[in-house]
Every structure is written in structure tokens, then in C-alpha cells.
């Protein structure tokens, strides 16, 4: 049921970039061509920890068709890169801390001849003890990967008194949860090209933060902001492994070496090989419980493994703290966090940012509290649930939109409506999660422009990258509801840095909430502007006007009214023009550097999912036959793409669960291609019933919050606990690979 009465939002629109889509007439990176195009690769080091003791590019320079080589020496500018530290070389000028690490880059006139110029590249190592796991990060003088620690990043959250509430508990429940490295595995590989034109340097680039990009290029260049432009072209996944630096900076230096457009595509293996992977984590977790279901206190310390590089480390673990007790009002609270630095592939941002792992922990927790008491696993939740008023961990009171009773009720409705009686080894599991909207306690704004042009057609210029998961329909939907207009009146012009303003990262679930509000604030001002004469013409007060169907009218009295095109003449003859620049930043707080108190995230989402599972108990399979999954969204903007996104984020759950995992040795990963590393396909997918709630709330463009992300969490702990279920065994360790479940049901 709708919270407002809305024209626009709620409703079913097509997507603004389906038509190029389907026609193909849509540009990805490796599309683009332009004349006296080169094309680059990089020379990589094949060993963990190094140094460089000899490197010989000369038969590479010597192949006719070669154009340059470079190395960390030939970088006009700052020679390192990373969202939040700057750890990572461009080009490696010190050591090598991962198999991978670029050493040299090449331009050369065909592919072909990249191949071989990489082929004819010679280097010498001086080995270095390679760091491989937390525990060898940890040892006493074991060798530093960066710096005089291996320590990345440490926290500690603390409220109430834990070690007294422990005392008060009837059950207490512990258990150790592993959760594996993994990969994007976008259907993409990274790829981009770059050029120079009067002067500026632009590169196209697969992305998710094209001004992130824009930034990034500048100073490995020495180049002013704007002298350096980046689009992003469309865009064939990302689920955050294009958030960090690709193709970027080492296609800016080869085309300014050689003053020609150079362009540069990842194989497979490549992409898999050095993008950002998810963290694995161990978590050792601790929850106590009165005799009647409320939990009193959460005990969990949790380890993490970033790889080489920092990446998106300092926030994954951030969010993973804070996020450590799941979605319930727990009075005390005991969370501390250790991630290191060690010689295996970088962890970054992976659709969640810590949150799935966490998720298997609390909810593994729960679901076995919900056994030791006998009680149903929803009832549980619900004694338990955050609600308005809820105090947090970090001292924050949740004031609104907390959707996460109704997300339980409507699963529990739905499952009780679909799904079958369990047979022999079969289970149904209950999986939870929150989520909060933007980046942790850290200043994330995001702007928009909008003209409203003379026939009542809109452009809308925002920074946020579309890859796919319809940011541009959304922002185009609330554009036209503000406005009045119909949707397919708005144009969208996204992620160009020399044409769009900040957006910040299409990351962290953010993009419908912060953007969405900033092209709410921009179309508000444009809108003051049209209603100032729209009231002068109808002699209505501007408080009083309604813009709808691209009409005008009194809200006294309907049949004082005016078209959007007469507006438009009227805004002609006196002179005005209908423009629009709207920014918007979350109400949150920086957390206390100790104690993590604050305000972390201005909105939260919410949800549930319900899973039925059979596992072969002779080959130790799961299949995951059944999905229901309700999500507070706030506002739908769009029903068919929320929809979408359970959908997806459904599917991405199953393949944590029970399919993938990267296998690595001595840092070096065994299974970068699809055919070693398993998704789930279309063959594989379950009955899923996206579930969609609609929480009031006001913090959010006509109440909508994000669900990208959220859309993922709660399915992973919702196939466990199945599994658990139908085997009657505990399972602390994702995926549920038939060979350990096997284990299981032999024990």
C-alpha cells in the first residue's frame, strides 16, 4: 500500500538505459574505438613479497609497433592510490606485496603485440617471507607488509555492562564463524580508454565513481581536477569491485607518454586476479538470553584478512562493528574487530561491506538460541527487534522508518502460504538484517543540476553511476514527481566529471537516499522559481499550487489551472529561467575514535527472508528450493526494479552460501575463471518472493531508503539455518561445500 499519493513513484517505469540494452546499441568500455588507438596492458609480478632486483623492458621496446614502456619512474605525479589510504602504487617503486602488482605498463599498436611485448619483459626478485594468514600477520617480528605494523585497522564498541548481564542469563550461546574470501565476478571484465583533446585528459572508464576516478588520475598525473575529465560508459556490473582504481592511471600515463588514445581490457583472469575480493572473517561470538527470549547480552571478536592493500578495508570493518549485534535492542554490548595487512589478493568493498559475514554470525546465534529455548525463531526476533525508541550501541536513538517487525510478520504470512510440509531433510531457516544507508559516520554528499527547458522537457545532471542498478530511472522518477511532469520528460546525464557534480560512490546502498535527495532539493528550487509565476498568472498563493501531470492547479479549487507548456510561455515572456543545483548530506556524526559512540547512519533498512531447503544426504548437495524475502524500503520508488533487486541479491545469496569461494595458495589464486569459480546460473535458482514494505519515513526523497545491499544480507544466515535444520548440526563455516556438509551428516 502506498504511503503517499504519488504520480510517479511506486509505479513501473522503463529503465532509462533499457532500449540501448536490448538493441545493443549500448557502449561498454572495450566498444569504444578511436583513430590511432593503441592499446595497453600491464606486466605483473607473479610471486607474493619482493623486491625488484633487476627489470629489462628492452626486447619488449625493441618489437616494431611498441610504443612505450613505463615504470614507476615515468609517473609526473603521486605514485600512490586508494579510497581511503593511499597504500597502493600505481606502478610498484618500493616492493611487491601481491601477486599481481603492476610493474610496467606497455602500449602497443594491436593487442597481439601487447601479448608479446609482455612476454619478452624480464625481471629478478629478491624473495621476501610472505605474510599469508592473520595468525602469521600477528606473530611477533614477523615481517611487515607496509609500515611497522601488520595491524590494518582496530576497533572496539562497547554499551552497557556485558560481563554483569552474562551473569543474568539463563542460556548462553557461543560459537566461531568463518566466512571465505570471495569475488565479484562481474560479468564485465575492468576495461577503459583514455585520450587527450584540447588540452584535457579524459578517460572512459568502467566505474563506480567516476569523480572518485577523476581524482585519483589528477594526482598520479600532477594534473589540476580540471584538466582531467572521466565518464562513465555503461557498465556491466560491479557489486563494488569498480569502486577502486582499474585501468585509470595506467591508461592516463600511457596516453600521455604517447600522446595518442590508448585503450586497455582485462582477460578474465586478470580482473579476477587483482580486483578487490570480500574479506573473510572469523568471528567468535557470545550472545545470553533470558529464560523468555530477551537477549541481555552480545559478546563477538572478529578477524579479517585485507590483503595487500587497504582499499575499503577501514570502512568494511567499521560497518561490520557496528553492525555486529544484528537487528535487535541489545542492552550490552561487547564488539572488538582486527584486520590486518598480509600477502594475499586486496579485500575491498563487496555488496554488504561486512555486513553479510556478520550476518551468519548473529543469525547463526540466533538460530540456535531460538533450539536451547524451544521457541519459535521469529517469535524470538520479535521480543528482540529493534522498533522506534531503540537505543544503540553508539548511543544513537532510532526516530523513524524502523520496518523491521513488519519485514518478519509479512515473511512469516507469505511462508505460511508457500511453502511445503518438510520431508526428510529438508528445512526452513529464518535469516535477518539491517542495514544503514551510506557510508559510517563519515560526511558522504551528493549533487544534482536541472534545467526545466522551454516545451517542459527536463535535463537532470547527477554524479552517481548507473551499473545496472537503475539509478538513473530512480532519480529521473522523483525528479518528475517533484516537478509534475511525466517521467519519460526527464533526460539524465550521469558520472561525467565535467558535466555532473559530486555523487559520491554508487556504493554502500546510498545513491536513492542522498542523491535522490539532492535531485529532490535541486528540482525544489527550480520549482520555486516556476511556482512564483504560475502563482502571479493564476492569482493563487504558491503554497497553495499542486504540479501533477504536467499540470498546475489550486488546490481550493481544481478548475483554476494552467498546462506545464503555457507555464513555460508565461516563464518566457518575463525572463526566467527554471534551473536548479540541490546537494544533500546525511545527518550523521563522526564516531568516537575509541569508544565508536555516534550517530553512524542517518536511516536504516530492514529485512527478512524465510528459506526452504533439501540437502542429498548422500552426495552432501544443497538445494535451495524456496526464497521469501520482504524488505523495508521506505518508498518504492520503482515496485518491478525493487523487485529486481531481491530478486538478484536472492541468487547472489544462494552462490555465498553453498557455491563460492576463492582458493588460493602462497597468495596466488587457483580458481580466477568461470569455469573454476561457481555462480549460481539461471538453472540453479529457486522460487523467489520478493517481498516489498513500505515503512513512513521522512529522511528519504518522498521516504525511499536503499535496498541494493540489503537485498543480499538476509538470504546467506536464511540458507544456513535451513540447512542447519534439516540436518539437526550446527554449520560454522560458508560455503556449505557438499564435502564439509558431508562431514556432517557422517558425524
Known amino acids: ?262 585503450k586497455m581490457v582485462r582477460s578474465r583472469k586478470e580482473s579476477t586476479d587483482v580486483s578487490a575480493k570480500r574479506h573473510p572473517m572469523v568471528m567468535k561470538a557470545k550472545t545470553g538470553a533470558t529464560k523468555d527470549g530477551k537477549v541481555l547480552a552480545v559478546e563477538v571478536f572478529m578477524t579479517g584478512d585485507t590483503g595487500a592493500y587497504a582499499s575499503y578495508g577501514p570502512a568494511v570493518i567499521t560497518r561490520a562493528v557496528v553492525h555486529a549485534m544484528g537487528p535487535y535492542d541489545v542492552p550490552n554490548v561487547r564488539i572488538d574487530a582486527d584486520f590486518v595487512y598480509t600477502n ?57 522508518a524502523v520496518g523491521f517487525i513488519d519485514t518478519l510478520l509479512e515473511a512469516k504470512k507469505k511462508a505460511a502460504e508457500v511453502l511445503d510440509p518438510c520431508k526428510e531433510n529438508q528445512g526452513i531457516g529464518v535469516g535477518c538484517m539491517w542495514y544503514g544507508v551510506g557510508n559510517t559516520g563519515l560526511p558522504n554528499p551528493a549533487g544534482a543540476f536541472v534545467e526545466v527547458l522551454a516545451d517542459a522537457s527536463v535535463n537532470l545532471m547527477v554524479g552517481c553511476a548507473d551499473i545496472g ?90 478548475a483554476i489551472k494552467m498546462t506545464y507548456p503555457e507555464l513555460m510561455a508565461e516563464m518566457k515572456k518575463w525572463g526566467k529561467l527554471a534551473v536548479g543545483a540541490g546537494a544533500y548530506n546525511p545527518k550523521t556524526t563522526y564516531l568516537d575514535a575509541k569508544t565508536m559512540a555516534g550517530i553512524p547512519y542517518e536511516i536504516y533498512s530492514y529485512g527478512t527472508t524465510i528459506a526452504q531447503v533439501s540437502v542429498d544426504t548422500s552426495t552432501g548437495e544443497v538445494d535451495v528450493q524456496k526464497l521469501i524475502s520482504a524488505h523495508d524500503v521506505g518508498q518504492a520508488v520503482d515496485r518491478e526494479m525493487v523487485e529486481g533487486q531481491i530478486e538478484g541479491g536472492m541468487v547472489m545469496a544462494q552462490g555465498f552460501a553453498v557455491f563460492e569461494k576463492i582458493e588460493f595458495e602462497k597468495g596466488k589464486i587457483k580458481n580466477p575463471i568461470f569455469s573454476k569459480y561457481l555462480i549460481p546460473t539461471a538453472m540453479d535458482s529457486p522460487e523467489i518472493y520478493p517481498i516489498i514494505v513500505e515503512c513512513p519515513g521522512e529522511a528519504g526523497p518522498f521516504g525511499a531508503k536503499g535496498v541494493g545491499e540489503p537485498a543480499l544480507i538476509p538470504g546467506i544466515p536464511a540458507i544456513t539455518n535451513a540447512v542447519e535444520n534439516a540436518l539437526c548440526q550446527r554449520f560454522f563455516e560458508l560455503p556449505l561445500m557438499p564435502t564439509e556438509v558431508m562431514k556432517k551428516i557422517r558425524s
Open 1 to 262: 500500500m502506498a504511503l503517499r499519493d504519488l504520480a510517479i513513484l511506486g509505479k513501473a517505469n522503463v529503465k532509462k538505459d533499457a532500449y540501448n540494452k536490448i538493441t545493443g546499441k549500448a557502449l561498454f568500455a572495450a566498444d569504444l574505438k578511436f583513430d590511432h588507438m593503441l592499446y595497453g596492458g600491464v606486466f605483473r609480478s607473479t610471486v607474493p613479497h619482493a623486491t625488484i632486483k633487476r627489470f629489462d623492458a628492452s626486447k619488449a621496446l625493441a618489437l616494431p609497433g611498441v610504443a612505450c614502456v613505463l615504470t614507476s619512474k615515468d609517473i609526473p605525479g603521486g605514485n600512490r592510490i586508494g579510497i581511503i589510504m593511499k597504500d597502493e602504487p600505481v606502478l610498484v617503486d618500493d616492493k611487491i606485496r601481491r601477486v599481481g602488482d603492476a610493474i610496467a605498463i606497455v602500449a602497443a599498436e594491436t593487442p597481439e603485440l601487447v601479448e608479446e611485448a609482455l612476454e619478452l619483459m624480464e625481471v629478478e626478485y629478491d624473495l621476501l617471507e610472505p605474510i599469508l594468514s592473520y595468525e602469521d600477520a600477528m606473530k611477533e617480528g614477523a615481517i611487515k607488509v607496509h609500515g611497522d605494523s601488520n595491524l590494518h585497522a582496530r576497533k572496539h564498541l562497547e554499551s552497557g555492562d556485558v560481563d554483569a548481564a552474562f551473569a543474568q542469563c539463563d542460556v548462553i550461546i557461543e560459537g566461531t564463524y568463518t566466512t571465505n574470501m570471495l569475488s565479484h565476478m562481474f560479468i564485465e571484465p575492468d576495461a577503459g580508454v583514455a585520450r587527450i583533446e584540447d588540452g584535457i585528459l579524459t578517460v572512459y572508464a568502467s566505474t563506480q565513481n567516476a569523480h572518485f576516478d577523476r581524482g585519483e588520475v589528477a594526482r598520479t598525473m600532477g594534473l589540476p581536477n580540471n584538466k582531467v575529465r572521466v565518464m562513465q560508459v555503461t557498465t556491466g556490473g560491479g557489486f563494488g569491485g569498480k569502486l577502486d582504481i582499474s585501468v585509470q592511471c595506467h591508461l592516463a600515463l600511457l596516453t600521455n607518454a604517447t600522446g595518442r588514445p590508448v
Open 344 to 400: 594475499n589478493p586486496m579485500c575491498g568493498a563487496f555488496r554488504g561491506f561486512g555486513v553479510p559475514q556478520v550476518s551468519v554470525c548473529h543469525e547463526g546465534q540466533m538460530n540456535a538460541l531460538a533450539k536451547a529455548l524451544n521457541m519459535d525463531p521469529i517469535d524470538l526476533r520479535i521480543i528482540n527487534a529493534q522498533r522506534p525508541g531503540t537505543v544503540l550501541a553508539t548511543g544513537q536513538v532510532l526516530d523513524e
Open 469 to 558: 542498478q537503475g539509478s538513473s530511472t530512480v532519480m529521473a522518477a522523483i525528479a518528475a514527481e517533484e516537478l509534475g511532469l511525466s517521467y519519460d520528460d526527464i533526460h539524465v546525464v550521469a558520472a561525467d566529471t565535467m558535466v555532473t557534480p559530486e555523487g559520491g560512490a554508487s556504493s554502500a546502498s546510498r545513491q536513492t537516499f542522498i542523491s535522490g535527495n539532492a535531485t529532490r532539493n535541486a528540482c525544489k528550487q527550480a520549482k520555486d522559481t516556476l511556482a512564483e509565476t504560475a502563482s502571479n498568472f493564476l492569482n493563487v498563493p504558491k503554497e497553495d499550487l499542486i504540479f501533477r501531470d504536467r499540470m498546475i492547479y489550486s488546490a481550493k479549487d481544481p
